[in-house]
């Protein structure tokens, strides 16, 4: 209930930034947007998503649950990891975790912001912009420096569990869907490993257009598992930073619908007007909190947290 007050209260903030900056969202009639251009070989692989959900929504948990891969979204993944190695930084409020599947699956999951306020301190919309990786290509600078306060040990824990018939699968939610992509980029370019997927929930725009450009011609098109961004009916935080900041998203976007029981595989624009970019400003915090009908913010654990409690 914090989670919802605060973020509650921060909805205002962004309605009020909306305003200000005169940012116009296309209304569209109600219902899904027509489907898209899928920009990746194959079908959405909805399954695969509604699994690397439930790893995002881990990464909220304690070290000592996902250690012994005993949190209740741990267990909702049906699919167990071992070998989990969590990393923190306590400045930058990063939280990761590393580990492997039976079937050789390495999966980097990257926690949301701990605390709303983090949250909201980590999307100043004012803040500097960082060069990065390209000509032209700027991230938001609060994105960079939480990934690169645990980028080091994450890239030397994925290449130590990493042999040749591994596959690797990146996942995140809300700011953690940000560090994410920018794992992705280091990954294969620092790192030199084949990922083979990225699955974000309620991703931020994470850089300019030129960053979003290069990303998907150089990284994200090549991913054999595809590159899929979440998004979910009124999610307030797709919409930050704002377009008018010169901020735009990376392909290719799922939006489900409030119920998330439909969902509509959007264009390779990354800001298709018939998906998440054609809600208005009134906003819903519970989507943001809420995907593949269930939790992935730090209310994931609480049951879990209860039950360690009683033990």
Request: hydrophobic share 40%.
């Amino acid at each position: 209930d914090g989670v919802v007050r605060s973020m509650q209260t921060w909805v205002w903030v962004l309605g009020a930034c909306l305003v200000v900056s005169c940012v116009a969202l296309d209304a569209v009639a109600e219902g899904l947007g027509r489907p898209g251009q899928v920009m990746v070989e194959g079908a959405y692989p909805y399954a695969e998503a509604r699994t690397y959900s439930y790893y995002a929504a881990a990464a909220y948990c304690s070290t000592y649950e996902l250690s012994d891969w005993e949190c209740v979204p741990c267990r909702d993944s049906l699919l167990p990891l071992d070998h989990v190695r969590v990393f923190e930084d306590k400045k930058t409020d990063a939280r990761a975790f590393v580990g492997k599947t039976e079937n050789e699956t390495i999966v980097l999951a990257v926690r949301g912001s701990h605390t709303i306020e983090n949250f909201i301190a980590d999307l100043e919309f004012f803040k500097a912009d960082k060069d990065f990786g390209c000509t032209g290509c700027k991230v938001h600078k609060g994105f960079y420096e939480t990934w690169r306060s645990i980028s080091a040990d994450v890239l030397k824990a994925v290449g130590e569990l990493h042999t040749p018939g591994s596959r690797v699968v990146v996942v995140g939610h809300s700011l953690g869907a940000a560090v994410a992509t920018l794992a992705v980029y280091d990954l294969i370019s620092a790192a030199n490993l084949q990922v083979h997927a990225l699955h974000t929930f309620g991703s931020p725009r994470v850089g300019n257009a030129d960053f979003a450009a290069h990303m998907w011609r150089q990284k994200l098109s090549g991913l054999v598992g595809g590159a899929w961004r979440h998004t979910h009916w009124r999610d307030p935080v797709v919409h930050l930073p704002l377009e008018s900041m010169h901020f735009k998203h990376v392909p290719t976007e799922v939006w489900f619908d409030e119920d998330s029981s439909s969902y509509t595989v959007c264009d390779g624009s990354g800001e298709d007007q018939h998906c998440a970019d054609s809600r208005d400003v009134f906003v819903s915090v519970n989507d943001h909190l809420h995907y593949f009908g269930h939790d992935v913010s730090t209310d994931a654990c609480q049951q879990s947290e209860a039950e360690a409690a009683r033990a």
